[in-house]
T-cell receptor, first 114, second 116 residues
Framework: AQSVAQPEDQVNVAEGNPLTVKCTYS??????LFWYVQYPNRGLQFLLK??????LVKGSYGFEAEFNKSQTSFHLKKPSALVSDSALYFC????????????FGKGTRLHILP | SAVISQKPSRDICQRGTSLTIQCQVD?????MFWYRQQPGQSLTLIAT?????????ESGFVIDKFPISRPNLTFSTLTVSNMSPEDSSIYLC?????????????FGPGTRLTVL
């Protein structure tokens, strides 16, 4: 089955510093990868996706993600973190073995320190 | 993007009772999904709500516990039956974006359920 792994439960970054939230994937065939963010007491918001094409994908709120086929990674990045970026981040993949349903990683809690 | 609303936004229920959660979308969509997010956990797909036919449940979820209705292309309900404290979770409704099967899903704001 297709899956994604988020190796870090929590990431702490000082405000203004670059941030990276890690995600690795395991898929057969073409990977369809996503990042979502969940702010406290709110639903999930879509940030960005990789379907095909350019390996650097730009998304909402200044976030971007780099698709790396050789390392099977899809890390989320932002050049300069804001305190308001503090939230729970989920990496996800479409599972072609399960009727293309979206499967989520366990999530990484990002804390931006003022 | 689709705008999704859920009712109620939160509820506190007694053990043994049932709660029905409503999901309304502002446009017609083919695929609607129900997820559960237990405290501190990721999202787990409960079922796909099919319009005009029975819902398709994921492994570990059954119709008797989580009956689902999908009367039209903009509305669905999920009932959590005979609740126990283990059912305390956030329940989220989701739809596929209308632009293709390999694109993103949109999520409602969730229903936070606490079972005492």
């Amino acid at each position: 089955a297709q899956s994604v792994a988020q190796p870090e439960d929590q990431v702490n970054v000082a405000e203004g510093n670059p941030l990276t939230v890690k995600c690795t994937y395991s898929v057969s065939g073409n990977p369809y990868l996503f990042w979502y963010v969940q702010y406290p007491n709110r639903g999930l918001q879509f940030l960005l996706k990789y379907i095909t094409g350019d390996n650097l994908v730009k998304g909402s709120y200044g976030f971007e993600a780099e698709f790396n086929k050789s390392q099977t990674s899809f890390h989320l990045k932002k050049p300069s973190a804001l305190v308001s970026d503090s939230a729970l981040y989920f990496c996800a993949v479409r599972d072609s073995n399960r009727d293309d349903k979206i499967i989520f990683g366990k999530g990484t809690r990002l804390h931006i320190l003022p | 993007s689709a705008v999704i609303s859920q009712k109620p936004s939160r509820d506190i229920c007694q053990r043994g009772t049932s709660l029905t959660i409503q999901c309304q979308v502002d446009s017609q969509v083919t695929m609607m999904f129900w997820y559960r997010q237990q405290p501190g956990q990721s999202l787990t797909l409960i079922a796909t709500a099919n319009q005009g036919s029975e819902a398709t449940y994921e492994s570990g979820f059954v119709i008797d516990k989580f009956p689902i209705s999908r009367p039209n292309l903009t509305f669905s309900t999920l009932t959590v039956s005979n609740m126990s404290p283990e059912d305390s979770s956030i329940y989220l409704c989701s739809v596929d974006s209308t632009s293709g099967s390999y694109n993103e899903q949109f999520f409602g704001p969730g229903t936070r359920l606490t079972v005492l």
